[in-house]
């Protein structure tokens, strides 16, 4: 039995950070066997309560490595603590957005990374209008990464191969990044919150079943939520693994899209595995959610090529520019703002700016 569930039914729901447990009648609370329960988590101001959380380990597991401690507030990208505004169990969008903070991946005509460039080579465009750049780093910083991973069961074959791989991209990661794991198939589970202990992290990738139908859109809002709802740091990524399409989600691709658009939301990479059920339809899918936050989407021909795809992700990863601005417009209206960056430098052809392509501001009740 898992530890946390994502689920949406019309039975008994508790529900916290859009990330849900079962209940069958009773609270789910048992710890499953030889796995340690870091996933209970005290609730912050934008969580949605779910009873008292159960009991877990001491923060610290390994010596340099952590996971979470649970009494601590989350906090805004700014630093503060952010406490939420809930209306009656729903969490409530602020009209104004004082700072959208974008990560952007240059690259030249050859597709290589530009990862050099000065503030003045950059111009930031939201509805047609010039912003003023308010802050700019092009430092290597901390990253939160969700990693979600079809489940179902005709990735049987490939999970092995499939899990050396993102093991890999977090060894390839700053020590400080914080890694969950959910695996997805009809139903999804956060089998880890958020640590930097890689042997939590292998636990996690090894929680399988394999089997059922694919809710990727539910996965993929679950999983931004929970990103958005316990976030401490200001830089969010989530990497989509899969081999199908979706077959059984409630939320649709547009809603999905939209909820990655959130102000200073994650930024989206999936791998699509050939060899399973996706089609066309399942390829523009994923290819529309990353191009929405910047991100990419990958399709390697084979299980030996998928670890390259994730090396090539890490160093992505690290090698971003982030850039915010205050919308010049400071009370624009709820609804979507469609977001350009452009990048001109002395001794480089065209560049390519790989940033979010909009922005959802306004009121948003879940």
């Keep these: 039995m898992r530890s946390v569930m994502i689920c949406r039914c019309g039975l008994v729901v508790a529900i916290l950070s859009g990330l849900v447990a079962p209940v069958m009648g009773q609270q789910q609370s048992a710890t499953p066997p030889g796995q340690t329960d870091s996933a209970a988590r005290q609730p912050s101001g934008n969580d949605m309560p779910m009873g008292p959380p159960r009991s877990s380990p001491p923060p610290q597991t390994t010596q340099g490595q952590t996971t979470r401690d649970q009494t601590t507030p989350a906090k805004s990208a700014s630093g503060a603590q952010d406490t939420g505004n809930v209306d009656q169990g729903s969490f409530v969008f602020k009209k104004q957005v004082e700072e959208v903070v974008l990560h952007a991946t240059v690259v030249d005509d050859d597709q290589r990374l530009v990862a050099h460039l000065d503030r003045s080579a950059f111009s930031v465009f939201e509805d047609g209008r010039p912003q003023t750049i308010t802050s700019f780093r092009?430092?290597?910083?901390?990253?939160?990464?969700?990693?979600?991973?079809?489940?179902?069961?005709?990735?049987?074959?490939?999970?092995?191969?499939?899990?050396?791989?993102?093991?890999?991209?977090?060894?390839?990661?700053?020590?400080?990044?914080?890694?969950?794991?959910?695996?997805?198939?009809?139903?999804s589970y956060l089998d880890q919150d958020f640590t930097s202990d890689i042997h939590l992290l292998e636990r996690a990738l090894h929680q399988t079943t394999m089997q059922g139908s694919t809710a990727l859109y539910d996965a993929v809002v679950a999983s931004a939520r929970?990103?958005?709802?316990?976030?401490?740091?200001?830089?969010?990524?989530?990497?989509?693994?899969?081999?199908?399409?979706?077959?059984?989600?409630?939320?649709?691709?547009?809603?999905?899209?939209?909820?990655?658009?959130?102000?200073?939301?994650?930024?989206?990479?999936?791998?699509?595995?050939?060899?399973?059920?996706?089609?066309?339809?399942?390829?523009?899918?994923?290819?529309?959610?990353?191009?929405?936050?910047?991100?990419?989407?990958?399709?390697?021909?084979?299980?030996?090529?998928?670890?390259?795809?994730?090396?090539?992700?890490?160093?992505?990863?690290?090698?971003?520019?982030?850039?915010?601005?205050?919308?010049?417009?400071?009370?624009?209206?709820?609804?979507?703002?469609?977001?350009?960056?452009?990048?001109?430098?002395?001794?480089?052809?065209?560049?390519?700016?790989?940033?979010?392509?909009?922005?959802?501001?306004?009121?948003?009740?879940?």
């Design 138 to 187: 092009r430092e290597d910083v901390p990253v939160e990464i969700g990693v979600v991973i079809d489940n179902s069961g005709s990735m049987r074959d490939k999970r092995e191969k499939v899990n050396e791989a993102v093991l890999n991209l977090i060894r390839a990661s700053n020590p400080s990044d914080e890694v969950f794991v959910v695996n997805f198939s009809a139903k």
């Design 226 to 366: 929970h990103l958005e709802s316990n976030s401490r740091l200001e830089k969010k990524v989530l990497l989509l693994i899969t081999d199908g399409q979706d077959n059984m989600s409630e939320e649709t691709l547009q809603e999905a899209t939209r909820e990655l658009q959130r102000p200073n939301g994650p930024v989206l990479y999936a791998i699509g595995l050939t060899g399973g059920e996706m089609q066309a339809q399942g390829r523009d899918a994923l290819e529309e959610l990353a191009r929405a936050t910047g991100g990419a989407a990958f399709f390697p021909a084979g299980l030996d090529q998928v670890e390259d795809v994730t090396r090539s992700l890490a160093h992505d990863i690290r090698n971003q520019y982030i850039i915010a601005y205050r919308p010049q417009d400071a009370d624009m209206g709820a609804g979507y703002h469609p977001i350009q960056v452009e990048a001109r430098e002395a001794g480089f052809g065209k560049l390519t700016v790989r940033t979010r392509s909009g922005v959802y501001t306004g009121e948003s009740v879940r």
